[in-house]
C-alpha cells in the first residue's frame, strides 16, 4: 500500500493497494478501509497480472493516526490478507497549538484486567483502556493482543469476552487517539489458565501389529499449567500401567494386547485419551504333533495319522500346515496327514501350523514301525564242503528286524530240532552223514516269525558199507556172463571201483557193474570190492586177511574193518574132483548186533556138472537142473549183511559163535 505524495498533510492524496495475482476462475477483491468518510471515490483494476485499488481522499489534522487497511478477500468474502498503514498528517496549526499547551495526544494509557490477569477458562475477561489525560478527548480506541489488530473497527475503551484458553492467553495493548496524536498502553499479559484437553494417543502403527514388533505409542494434551504428568492404564485394570508420556514395547508379546488410555495431568485437573486397541496378530501358539493311532506300536500295513494342532492364532481363520520328513518338506499335504505304515514311511515327521504372520513347527515325533524279521537266511559256515568230524556253523542270519528278533527255531528235514535254548546259531562240533539234509530256521519278535529258505547241509564220507551181488538174481552156471554189482554208501558217489578175487586185482572200473565174461570153474573163489570217491582218492587195504579155522578148500570170509561195515562176498566154488565127497564151508563172521531179518537176503546158485561122459563124447553145457543124484548139486551162498553203526569182531578162530551168527555155503558132490 502507498500514498501520493508520500508527505501526508491536509489536502487531497491518492492511496493505492496492489497485489500480483492472476487467476480468472477465481477472481479476487481488494478493498480499502479506514477513511469512509473522506473518501472521494475508488476503483479497482486487473491488469498484467495485477490486482489495483486507488482511493482519492481528503487529509484533515483529524486523521491524524488513523489506520488505513487494505483488505484481499475472495467472492464469498472471506479474508486472504490484509496489510495496515498508519496515517500521520502533518498539521502546522496544530504543532502550534501542542507547543501553547492547549491540545495534547493521550496521556499515561493503560490498560486493566477484571477478575485478573490470570484467569481460568470460561471465566468472563473484561478489559479497559484507561487514560490520565486527553485534549482533545479521545476519539476511537484500538485493541491488541500480540501486537495484532483485534478488531477492524474502533471500539470503545472497554472490551469483555468469555476466555477460550490460549486462543485468549497473551500480551494485551490498547491505543487511545484523539485529533491530535495518538497512545499505546504497555503490553499486559493475560493467562488463561485451563485443565488438560485435548489428549490425544499417536504413534498406533497402519494394518495392525504383529507379535515381536516395536511400539511406542505417545500421549499429548494442552493445558495451563502445562501438564504435569501422564498416566497409562489398560482395561480392565484400574491400577496405572505406565507412568510416562510414552508407552513403549520393544517387542511387543501377546499378553500386551488389551486396551489403552492415557491420563493427562495439571494442578487444575485431568482429562484422558480415547481409548486405542493394540490388537497384537500372532503366529500360532502351542504348536502340537500326535500320532493318533489307537493301536501302538505301529506294525507294518497298518495306517499311520499324525494331527497337527494349535490352542489359538490371530488371525485364527485362513490356516494351513506344512509338514516335514526328516526335514524334507512333503508337497501337497493336508490335516491330518495319513499314510501308509511301510519301512520307507518311518523316520521323523513334524508339521508347522502357518497363517499371515508366520509357520510355528511342532515338535518332531519318531514313526518307529515294527515289523517282522525281514531277509531271513541260514548262513552256512564254512562255507566250503563239510566232511565227516568237521565242524559246521549253521546261522541264522536276519537282515533288519524292528523289534529286535527275541527267539530263533531250527528245522531238518521239515522237524523241529529241540534244543536247549532259542539260539541264532546251529553248532554241530562233529559232523556226520546222518547230519546231512535240508535245514532253515525260524526268527520271531513281537510281530511275527519269519522263514528262512532252505539250505542243504551235505556232509562228504569216504565208501562204506561197501557190497557185492549178483545184478540179476539167477542161477550161475559155467560159461556164462557174470554181473556182480558193487554197491557203496558214500559222497560224493564213487567215481571207480576195483574187483578182487582172492585178493587179487582182477578189474578196475568206473561203472560199478563189474562184469565177468564166460566163467569157468577155475574162477570160483573169493571176490569183493572197494570203491572209491574224492573223500578217499587212495586204495586202502580193505580185507583184513585172518588164518582160515581149518586148512580146507574153502571160501574165506573177511571184514571190512577200516569202515566198520560188513562186506559183502561172492562166492564161486567147483569141487577139485567128481567122485570126491567133501563138504566145504564158507563162513562169514557177523556182528554181535541182531541182524534185521528183512535186510538179510540169502541167494541160492544152483551149479550142476553133468556125469562124466566116455571119451570121444560130446561134452554138455551147464544147466540148472533138477539134481538126480545130491552129490552132484553144489550149493554156493551170497550173503549181503546189513550196515551196522558199530562192529563188536568175535574171534575167528574159535568155535563158540551162535549158530545164528555163521551163514554156510554148501558145496557137495
Known sequence: ?????????????????????????????????????????????????????VVDVEMSWEDHGKSLICSLRRRNGSEISKSTMQLEVKCEFCLRMRDLGTVDAPKDVRVIASPGTIIQEGETLSLECTIKSSNPEVSEYLWYKDDQLMYDQPTLNGIEFETKGDRHSGAYRCEAKNGFGSKKSEELRIDVQYPPKEVKVWGMPPGGIKEGEKVDLQCSSQGNPPISHYEWYKLPQTDVFRNSDQLHFNAIQ??????????????????????????????????????????????????VRLNCSFSHSKPSNDIWYEWYKDK????????????????????????????????????????????APKGVKVVQEPENSIHEGNHVNLRCKVEKANPKVDSYRWYKDGVRQHLDSAPAELTIYQVTSAHSGTYWCEATNSVATSRSQQIRLNVYYGPRNISLSLERQVAVTEGMNVSLLCAADANPPPHSFELYRDKEVLMQRRERILLLRKVQVKDSGDYHCKAYNTISPKPEQLCNNRAPERAVNSSLAFLNEGAEEAVSYAVLRFPPGASEEQDDYARVNAPRVALDPSNEEVVYSVVKKPEATSKGDTKHDYENVVAQKEEELHYSSLVNLAPRPQLIYRDSETDSESEESIQYAALKH
Open 1 to 53: 500500500m502507498d500514498t501520493s505524495p508520500k508527505d501526508i498533510q491536509e489536502r487531497r492524496m491518492r492511496v493505492t493497494c496492489s497485489v500480483p495475482y492472476h487467476c480468472p476462475e477465481e477472481p479476487l477483491k481488494l478493498t480499502i478501509r479506514g477513511l469512509e468518510g473522506t473518501r472521494l471515490g475508488q476503483r479497482t483494476t486487473i491488469s498484467n497480472g495485477v490486482i489495483q485499488t
Open 254 to 303: 501377546l499378553e500386551h494386547a488389551g486396551t489403552y488410555y492415557c491420563v493427562a495431568n495439571n494442578s487444575l485437573g485431568q482429562s484422558e485419551s480415547s481409548q486405542v486397541t493394540l490388537d497384537v496378530l500372532y503366529a500360532p501358539k502351542d504348536v502340537q504333533l500326535v500320532i493318533e493311532n489307537e493301536q501302538l506300536p505301529i506294525k507294518e500295513t497298518d495306517t
Open 328 to 371: 524334507f518338506k512333503l508337497s501337497n499335504q493336508g490335516n491330518p496327514l495319513d499314510f501308509p505304515a511301510n519301512l520307507q514311511q518311518a523316520g521323523d515327521y513334524t508339521c508347522e501350523a502357518c497363517n499371515a504372520i508366520k509357520c510355528v513347527p511342532a515338535q518332531p515325533v519318531t514313526i518307529d514301525i515294527h515289523y
